[in-house]
């Protein structure tokens, strides 16, 4: 039986310099770290076959490298002037490099030309989003600028209605905040972790306020560590398994610690209601999450992202956030026992609608239809 050979992983060659840093480090830097993230030897040798050609004149957004890996002999330009380039031909390398150093325009030849003007974006499948990924001009009046179009294009564009509304501002604050002082995604996750255990011990003893309070700095801190990773290259399986971890395993003592909690304020469930309460939630939960994971596994992609109407009901859907929603609502009326009702109602009410979902795509899916994103 013959094995496929895969496809060499082109060289990445730099082209020019620039002195102007991004997110605290060099553009050299963060290529260098760009091309370690997808594991792409990074080399000046101009000679070698199959290479993506950089302009450090210009800072991009990482999206475009694994679209132009996989699209040998296509150029992606910013006002006409090469910006990245995937190519196989020696010639072509020259013409492009050319055009690069004297940042000028390209001559017209064979080559699939995208300019990043365009309005035509890309589906990107880890952040549940299409999206138009920046190319711009690197300069010190142009940093902000370009910061800020890469901390949008690392936030996912299917989420929840607190991390794309009220913390996108507060987080942006905080990423280049630590991102100067040189602090690590791991170090955010770490004082995040802390912030969480903290909570759940006031939650427990029914001090709601000072529980939410530090629950909010711990949320806006769980969406700062990822875009931190994504922004700084700085992405480690470390921190993306912890930060996950604390992500899927906190919610349900949350829920537990704030029931407790009622009887501390004066506002205790009844013994069977604190019961139907947690079992609610905790077979919500976990029967919520293997409903997700069914539909990846069998349409291999988020349920989020089937149709408009699951991206708009994942804004509301019973995860944490708008949960908190719920518990904040009704404690601002002295009932935090109603909320943790409310919480457990509408976590069963997610479940059902998210289980439908599942029931629907795969009668779809029966009748010969290929189940894809609205968003591709």
């Given at each position: 039986?013959?094995?496929?050979?895969?496809?060499?992983?082109?060289?990445v060659?730099?082209?020019?310099?620039?002195?102007?840093?991004?997110?605290?480090?060099?553009?050299?830097?963060?290529?260098?770290r760009l091309?370690?993230?997808?594991?792409?030897?990074?080399?000046?040798?101009?000679?070698?076959?199959?290479?993506?050609?950089?302009?450090?004149?210009?800072?991009?957004d990482?999206?475009?490298?694994?679209?132009?890996?996989?699209?040998?002999?296509?150029?992606?330009?910013?006002?006409?002037?090469?910006?990245?380039?995937h190519?196989?031909?020696?010639?072509?390398?020259?013409r492009?490099?050319?055009?690069?150093?004297?940042?000028g325009?390209?001559?017209?030849?064979?080559?699939?030309?995208?300019?990043?003007?365009?309005?035509?974006?890309?589906?990107?499948?880890?952040?549940?989003?299409?999206?138009?990924?920046?190319?711009?001009?690197?300069?010190?009046?142009?940093?902000?600028?370009?910061?800020?179009?890469?901390?949008?294009?690392a936030?996912?564009?299917?989420t929840?209605?607190?991390?794309?509304?009220?913390?996108?501002e507060?987080?942006?604050?905080?990423?280049?905040?630590?991102?100067?002082?040189?602090?690590?995604?791991?170090?955010?996750?770490?004082?995040?972790?802390v912030?969480?255990?903290?909570?759940?011990?006031?939650?427990w003893?029914?001090?709601?306020?000072?529980?939410?309070?530090?629950?909010?700095?711990?949320?806006?801190?769980?969406?700062?560590?990822?875009k931190?990773?994504?922004?700084?290259?700085?992405?480690?399986?470390?921190?993306?398994?912890?930060?996950?971890?604390?992500?899927?395993?906190?919610?349900?003592?949350?829920?537990?610690?704030?029931?407790t909690?009622?009887?501390?304020?004066?506002?205790?469930?009844?013994?069977?209601?604190?019961?139907?309460?947690?079992?609610?939630?905790?077979?919500?939960?976990?029967?919520?999450?293997?409903?997700?994971?069914?539909?990846?596994?069998?349409?291999?992609?988020?349920?989020?992202?089937?149709?408009?109407?699951?991206?708009?009901?994942?804004?509301?859907?019973?995860?944490?956030?708008?949960?908190?929603?719920?518990?904040?609502?009704?404690?601002?009326?002295?009932?935090?026992?109603?909320?943790?009702?409310a919480?457990?109602?509408?976590?069963?009410?997610?479940?059902l609608?998210?289980?439908?979902?599942?029931?629907?795509?795969?009668?779809?899916?029966?009748?010969g239809?290929?189940?894809?994103?609205?968003?591709?």
């Amino acid at each position: 039986m013959t094995v496929p050979v895969p496809a060499p992983r082109p060289i990445v060659i730099a082209i020019g310099d620039n002195p102007t840093p991004i997110w605290g480090m060099t553009v050299a830097e963060r290529l260098r770290r760009l091309a370690a993230a997808r594991k792409l030897p990074l080399a000046g040798d101009a000679d070698a076959a199959g290479a993506l050609l950089v302009n450090l004149a210009f800072a991009f957004d990482p999206a475009w490298v694994p679209y132009l890996v996989a699209r040998p002999g296509t150029v992606v330009t910013r006002g006409g002037v090469p910006v990245l380039a995937h190519i196989l031909d020696a010639a072509d390398r020259a013409r492009v490099a050319a055009a690069m150093e004297a940042n000028g325009p390209l001559e017209p030849g064979t080559l699939t030309v995208i300019p990043a003007e365009a309005e035509d974006g890309i589906f990107n499948e880890a952040l549940r989003k299409r999206e138009r990924p920046f190319a711009e001009r690197l300069e010190p009046a142009s940093v902000p600028a370009i910061e800020r179009a890469s901390y949008t294009g690392a936030y996912k564009g299917v989420t929840d209605l607190l991390t794309k509304y009220l913390w996108p501002e507060w987080a942006l604050w905080i990423t280049r905040l630590c991102a100067r002082a040189g602090i690590s995604p791991n170090q955010v996750t770490a004082l995040g972790s802390v912030l969480c255990i903290v909570a759940t011990v006031a939650f427990w003893y029914g001090w709601f306020w000072s529980g939410l309070a530090v629950g909010l700095l711990f949320m806006v801190l769980d969406t700062v560590d990822g875009k931190l990773a994504r922004c700084t290259i700085t992405s480690s399986a470390l921190g993306n398994a912890w930060d996950h971890g604390v992500d899927l395993i906190h919610p349900p003592f949350w829920w537990w610690a704030w029931a407790t909690g009622c009887a501390a304020y004066g506002r205790p469930l009844d013994h069977d209601i604190f019961v139907a309460v947690i079992a609610a939630m905790l077979f919500g939960y976990v029967a919520q999450r293997l409903i997700e994971g069914a539909f990846i596994a069998r349409f291999a992609m988020h349920i989020h992202v089937w149709e408009r109407f699951d991206s708009r009901f994942r804004l509301i859907t019973a995860r944490r956030n708008p949960n908190m929603v719920l518990l904040f609502a009704l404690l601002l009326v002295g009932r935090p026992d109603w909320g943790i009702v409310a919480v457990a109602m509408w976590t069963m009410l997610s479940l059902l609608v998210h289980l439908i979902r599942l029931f629907q795509a795969m009668a779809v899916a029966r009748r010969g239809q290929r189940i894809v994103s609205w968003l591709a």
